[in-house]
Structure formats: structure tokens, C-alpha cells
């Protein structure tokens, strides 16, 4: 009997030869020379995130762990959390100032940089360069020392020790990078998106609202974000700005409480006090960090 002999197969030319069913397929190796070259990155990024993420862990954990001096004394809970809740006239009521605060700053700084932003990119009018350049040059003035000359402003008009009044100056010192932002922004945008609407019969305001406002969102968002971090936090123009102690934002009804009881700190309510001020930032910051990271990139890739 003839044993039955299986031609050989044969492999077109250029073609890879493919594995045989039911084969197991090589293993894949992993580069140790991309492993070298990735490892310094890993150990930065968490080393920084460590930095940065541990202060904060930190008084979570210590604002209901139990500490002598404090309202938490036995076991875990939050004595300092109701500490903080029944400060003076109630934490709520300062929240509501800093929310209110915080809001009127974030609208008033994206009409603002919004309509300044496109006038900037899509407009040519004399002086526009030198006029673009002392909208930036305020940055280069120093924040604290315009309170005082703004105070007596503010109380010229009828705006002093109002919440109005410290959302106007939050707003004035957000508004030269908000409107270096939106401009760079608009300047990504094709402007044969606004010739086309043209086209169509739309006018400028048509352009802005219909079609370059949803471009450039990404920014916007950036840019609100911005403006809601910088006047939700912000302690120095409320401190200079407000005299009622019903009036004060958030962060100065927190540094008040540290020395309430005979100049002795309450370490417990202000941790507690600290927590409640973040949480609304990281909260934002993770909902919003996709459009965030794209409102900065909106101009890297220009042209």
C-alpha cells in the first residue's frame, strides 16, 4: 500500500504565509527598549499626581477623622461638617454668595470675551493690533494693587460692599486671557465658513450665533471654566470689596472661622471648609476636561 503524500502548499509570491487552523499563534513579545524609554514618563506623572493629590486626600480624611481640638473628637463623622454648617449666619448663605458670585462672573466674562474674541479675528479697523496688545497688557498689572482704586470706584457708582460689585472685578481681571483665548479660537476657524454663510444671506450676528458659536464651544468652555475656578476661589476682592458679614463668599467665611474661638484655629471646621470649596472645582474639572484640553489645543494646529 502506498502511503498517500500531501503536495506541499505553495505560498504566492508577496504573500505572507498564514498560520494553520486550530495553530497556536506566536506569542507577542513586549520591547524592553519601549518599556526604558516609557517608565521615566510613567514615574513623573505619578510622582506629580501624588503630589498634588495628597494634600487634598489628606484633609478629606483628616475633616471627619477624629482630632482633639476639634468637634470630631470621638471616632469618625462630621462634626466639622456641622461646625461648618452653623457658622455665624449658616454655610449655605455663603455659598450662595460665592455661587452667585462665581455665575454672574462666568456670563458677564463670555459675552464679554465672546463679542471681543470675534471682533479681534474677523474684523480689520484701525488700532486694532495696539488696542488687542493694552487689553493683554493688563495682565501685566499687579492684582492687588488696582482693589483699592477699584474700591473707591466701586463706591463712587453705588456698587461697594455688593456681590455686583466683586463679580465686575473678577470679571475685569479675567477678561484679557479670555479674549486672547477666544480670539485664538476664532482664528482657527476657516473663515470660508462665515463667506458661505454670507453667501446664504446671513449677516455678522447670523455668522456668530449660528455658525462660529458652536466651533469654537470648546473655548467658551475653557474660558467659563476659567472664570468660574478663578471667582469661586478668589479671597482678596471679597476681603477688600464686602464689609457685610452676610455678603462675605465662601473662601472668606472660611478663613474667618480659623480664629473664631480666642484666636485658637479650628483645624476640623476648616478642613471642612476646604473640602466643601473643592468639590465643586474637581467636580467640573472631570465633567469638563475633554473640552477643556480641546479649547487650548484650538489654535495648535492653525493653517
Not at 471682533?119 to 492687588?144: E, S
Request: net charge positive; hydrophobic share 55%.
Amino acid at each position: 500500500m502506498t502511503a498517500l503524500i500531501e503536495p506541499p502548499t505553495t505560498v504566492a509570491a508577496g504573500r505572507p504565509t498564514e498560520p494553520p487552523r486550530g495553530g497556536r499563534k506566536a506569542p507577542r513579545t513586549t520591547s524592553l527598549g519601549g518599556l526604558a524609554i516609557q517608565m521615566p514618563f510613567w514615574v513623573l506623572t505619578a510622582a506629580l499626581a501624588v503630589i498634588f493629590l495628597y494634600p487634598l486626600v489628606w484633609t478629606a480624611i483628616s475633616s471627619v477623622a477624629p482630632l482633639a481640638g476639634t468637634n470630631q473628637t470621638d471616632g469618625w463623622g462630621l462634626g466639622n461638617y456641622i461646625t461648618l454648617a452653623n457658622y455665624q449666619d449658616g454655610i449655605l448663605q455663603y455659598i450662595g454668595n460665592s455661587v452667585f458670585v462665581s455665575l454672574l462672573t462666568v456670563v458677564l466674562t463670555l459675552v464679554i470675551s465672546l463679542l471681543g474674541g470675534y471682533a479681534f479675528a474677523r474684523f480689520n479697523f484701525r488700532g486694532k493690533n495696539a488696542l488687542f496688545l493694552a487689553t493683554i497688557a493688563i495682565l501685566m498689572v499687579p492684582y492687588a494693587t488696582l482693589l483699592i482704586p477699584l474700591y473707591v470706584l466701586l463706591n463712587m457708582v453705588g456698587l461697594s460692599n455688593s456681590l455686583v460689585g466683586v463679580a465686575l472685578v473678577l470679571t475685569m481681571f479675567q477678561l484679557p486671557f479670555s479674549t486672547f483665548m477666544m480670539r485664538i479660537a476664532f482664528e482657527s476657524i476657516p473663515r470660508e465658513l462665515d463667506e458661505a454663510a454670507m453667501v446664504d444671506g446671513c449677516n455678522s450676528w447670523t455668522v456668530l450665533w449660528k455658525v462660529l458659536v458652536p466651533a469654537v464651544k470648546p473655548g467658551l468652555i475653557t474660558v467659563g471654566l476659567f472664570a468660574f475656578l478663578a471667582a469661586w476661589n478668589d479671597f482678596m476682592a471679597p476681603l477688600i470689596l464686602i464689609n457685610d458679614s452676610t455678603k462675605m463668599t465662601l473662601p472668606l467665611a472660611v478663613s474667618n472661622l480659623r480664629g473664631q474661638v480666642q484666636g485658637v484655629v479650628d483645624y476640623g471646621a476648616t478642613e471642612a471648609g476646604v473640602v466643601v470649596l473643592a468639590l465643586p472645582c474637581i467636580l467640573l474639572f472631570l465633567i469638563l476636561q475633554r473640552h477643556y484640553v480641546r479649547g487650548f489645543m484650538s489654535g495648535a494646529f492653525k493653517g
